[in-house]
């Protein structure tokens, strides 16, 4: 037994002296690599200072690597105990020294600005050259010291194991009891082993309990764990699974062929596609032959040495329906939506061209000679048709601002100016009704504001016509204050003493075609979008309106409203007199349907307008070429030619009336309608029924877009001296601002367009042609004509004399 020890002991020191060998020679070879490296450190920071002398500032990044680098190996050969040897060495000190000196004359500059780096950069290369003879030097003599020193410590290591081998003998009893520490270790193995097998189990419990399918696979592809999720989702037993290729076990046909293509590519050069991608939306195949969409995620892992792949299917079958029951809900409301703009389009199209005739043909009969009874009949048909026209109105109304196709006009206006007026048009309306109608301005700045003047009037209409409504010899009032903690702020409140809201319907009246079941279904006899289409103005123009109400004491409508002051007269325009002479002008009525024809006829000629008549767009095209006309009215919706056809035919002829006005009048009265006319050319659209009032501003734009219009004397004396010459002042500070503002402009915009139209109006009514001519080239400039257009109207302006 001693002998077998002894023997152990020998071949133990013996394995104890090679590795002993092994790791000294590393030791050494480590000093020694260190020493021959630090030369070629100071090659590479050479090479590092030269591309930086050629390449500059970028290349200052990787020099200044290299030096850190070459730094380092000095602190290690300075300071480590396994050169201390290397340092005592006389001839060694001295390099040693040079080393330092070159490192602290080269710090500063490395830490420095780049400038100054690049500028002593070849001082650096110089001083560089001495000291490599140096380094090698200290290198090459290193090696040798340190060859010596591991010659002697082997022979010293040597003698230590032969001492080692004897001292094995004593380590027979520690054997002893490591043998006794293994066979406790043994038996504490044993106890983990048999929990990791309760893991084991309890985690194959998880699995079998899983709601999802869980399926592994071998890389041949056969299935080695099936779960009772999986039997439940695709009918097979475990039993028939195991072993079987899942390919043709679960995977639909069309699909087999790619599903054994990624398997193998994965297989072969690790490619992953499926695998780790997450939830994956695939098809599956279920024992009856069915085809079911399922949500796949697989992963890799190592079972035995071998790869497997973990697959989680969950059937979505029930999802997949629900989305595609989305969709079609989704696709069915967008029809619906598309049904009912057909609809409005329809509707506007075929009600608006009778109500045209009808209201049309009211406006031109002479009542000077018909009885009492025939006026109360014509006064029912014109209430009749309002009536009509404002329902069409409200429809349409709230299907444009649906679509928010129109973004508020804002332009200066006089608010208690404006607020006044609006209440005297609804006081007689009010007398009917035995109520008085007040106006309280709250506050001293409610002069000139700036907001969309339009959008306010028919919120404040509607809101004043409905207190009108539900209220009998009661009192309306208006009232206009200025917010104090938010100046920009303008606060409306509409109240009356009628009937009053419900407390159950105020959350309900903003809403559309409401009308409420008590006294207001009994008086009412509108929409119900009165209240729906001034919430969605009000909306619009960025402010918020609310109600509040006692059923029987009247209700309070509250409206605030941004509209920040400007300064007074902000773009302001002297009137003109309406019924000033004008010269007369041609115009060129175009419709197919002949009533229409003649209602827009007959208004024309009692403006003292000559009217020629087209019965459509082939016969506009025509008669346009024979003669010139001041103004064309064309209709849209006509047989074989329509309205746009002819005008771009006419615009592309060479005929009298290329630039001629040309304004659409239409039933077609949906924002997108109006769009696609306006891109097509036309200069405004006119909606149906034609209204006098429409004729007059056609008359006036186009009888001061002639050539021959009313000189500056003409206008004097229909203003007045005074007022033509604060007008003139006006209209020149106007006109020096937009100036500058088109000489800094490199390109037609939107912004530009409307300062120069309402400075064309201003132009026009004052007699200044030259500017007006000009003025109005800019404001109709494209983008190829601006530089053309811009000169011309610098220019003009220029060398105007105002």
């Not at 060495?89 to 690049?118: H, S, T, W």
């Not at 010293?156 to 027979?172: C, D, P, R, V, Y």
């Not at 703009?341 to 329809?346: G, N, S």
């Not at 005297?424 to 969309?452: F, H, M, P, Q, W």
Request: charged content about 25%.
């Amino acid at each position: 037994m001693v002998v077998v020890f002894l023997t152990q002991s020998i071949v133990l020191g013996r394995v104890v002296r090679e590795q002993l060998d092994r790791l000294a020679t590393a030791r050494t070879d480590n000093v020694q690599w260190n020493l021959a490296q630090i030369e070629v450190d100071l090659l590479q920071l050479q090479l590092a200072m030269e591309r930086a002398n050629v390449e500059g500032i970028p290349a200052l990044r990787e020099m200044r690597k290299r030096f850190d680098i070459f730094y380092s190996r000095h602190a290690i050969i300075s300071q480590s105990p396994i050169y201390a040897e290397l340092r005592e060495n006389a001839r060694n000190k001295v390099r040693l020294r040079y080393f330092k000196a070159y490192l602290d004359q080269a710090i500063p500059l490395v830490d420095g600005p780049d400038e100054i780096l690049l500028t002593r950069m070849d001082d650096l290369l110089a001083a560089s050259d001495i000291l490599h003879r140096d380094v090698r030097a200290l290198a090459l003599e290193g090696v040798s010291i340190f060859a010596q020193t591991d010659e002697r410590t082997r022979g010293e290591m040597s003698s230590t194991l032969i001492k080692l081998g004897l001292s094995t003998l004593a380590l027979i009893a520690a054997l002893s009891g490591t043998a006794v520490i293994l066979l406790r270790m043994y038996r504490r193995g044993k106890i983990a082993a048999e929990e990791n097998e309760v893991m084991r189990n309890r985690f194959e419990a998880m699995v079998s309990s899983s709601l999802d399918a869980i399926l592994v696979i071998d890389p041949k592809g056969q299935i080695i764990a099936f779960n009772g999720a999986a039997t439940e989702v695709f009918g097979y037993e475990r039993e028939e699974a195991m072993g079987q290729n899942m390919a043709d076990l679960i995977v639909p046909e069309h699909l087999r062929e790619a599903h054994t293509k990624g398997m193998q590519r994965y297989l072969t050069t690790g490619e992953k596609r499926v695998i780790g991608a997450g939830r994956v939306r695939l098809e599956a195949l279920h024992k009856s032959g069915r085809i079911f969409p399922v949500e796949l995620s697989i992963s890799a892992a190592e079972h035995q040495n071998r790869t497997v792949l973990v697959s989680f299917l969950r059937d979505i079958s029930k999802q997949v329906e629900d989305e595609a029951e989305l969709v079609r809900a989704r696709d069915e409301a967008q029809a619906g939506e598309q049904a009912k703009a057909e609809l409005l389009t329809v509707m506007s199209h075929e009600m608006r061209t009778p109500l045209n005739g009808i209201l049309g043909s009211l406006d031109l009969i002479d009542r000077g000679n018909l009885s009492a009874d025939q006026m109360r009949y014509l006064e029912a048909i014109k209430v009749s048709g309002d009536l009509l026209l404002g329902h069409v109105n409200d429809v349409l109304d709230v299907s444009r601002l649906d679509a928010m196709d129109d973004a508020p006009q804002t332009a200066p206006f006089e608010l208690s100016k404006m607020a006044q007026a609006l209440l005297d048009s609804l006081l007689a309306n009010a007398k009917t009704r035995g109520n008085s109608l007040n106006l309280s301005l709250c506050s001293d700045d409610l002069t000139t504001v700036s907001g969309d003047e339009l959008r306010l009037k028919q919120c404040l209409l509607n809101l004043l016509g409905n207190a009108n409504k539900f209220t009998t010899n009661g009192e309306i009032s208006l009232e206009i204050e200025r917010q104090k903690s938010n100046p920009d702020i303008v606060e409306f409140r509409v109240s009356d003493t009628g009937i009053g809201i419900a407390e159950a319907d105020l959350e309900r009246i903003f809403e559309d075609f409401v009308k409420i079941d008590s006294g207001y279904a009994r008086r009412d006899s509108g929409t119900g979008l009165g209240l729906a289409i001034t919430k969605r103005l009000v909306t619009g123009m960025g402010g918020s309106i609310f109600a509040d109400s006692f059923e029987g004491e009247g209700s309070l409508f509250t409206m605030q409203i941004p509209l920040p002051l400007v300064e007074a007269g902000a773009h302001a325009t002297p009137e003109i007199n309406a019924k000033s002479d004008i010269t007369a002008i041609t115009c060129l009525v175009v419709d197919d349907n002949s009533i229409n024809r003649m209602i827009a006829a007959d208004m024309l000629r009692s403006r003292g307008v000559e009217v020629f008549e087209a019965t459509g767009g082939l016969d506009a095209i025509e008669q346009s070429q024979k003669r010139a006309f001041e103004l064309i009215l064309m209709d849209i919706s006509m047989p074989e030619v329509d309205g746009l056809e002819a005008l771009a035919r006419i615009r592309a002829g060479d005929g009298p009336n290329k630039e001629t006005r040309i304004v659409a009048l239409t039933a077609h009265a949906a924002p997108e309608d109006k769009e696609r006319i306006l891109a097509a050319g036309f200069e405004s659209v006119i909606t149906k029924p034609l209204t006098q009032r429409a004729i007059a501003k056609l008359i006036v734009a186009s009888a001061t877009s002639e050539e021959e219009k009313a000189g500056p004397d003409e206008i004097i004396a229909l203003l007045g001296q005074e007022r033509y010459d604060a007008a003139l002042d006006e209209f020149k500070g106007d006109l020096r601002a937009f100036e500058a503002r088109i000489s800094d402009a490199h390109s037609p915009s939107e912004d530009l367009a409307q300062e120069a139209h309402m400075l064309v109006g201003a132009a026009s009514v004052l007699g200044l042609g030259n500017q007006w001519e000009c003025l109005r080239q800019v404001e109709r400039a494209k983008e190829p004509d601006w530089t053309t257009a811009k000169a011309e109207a610098l220019a003009a302006i220029r060398n105007a004399d105002l």
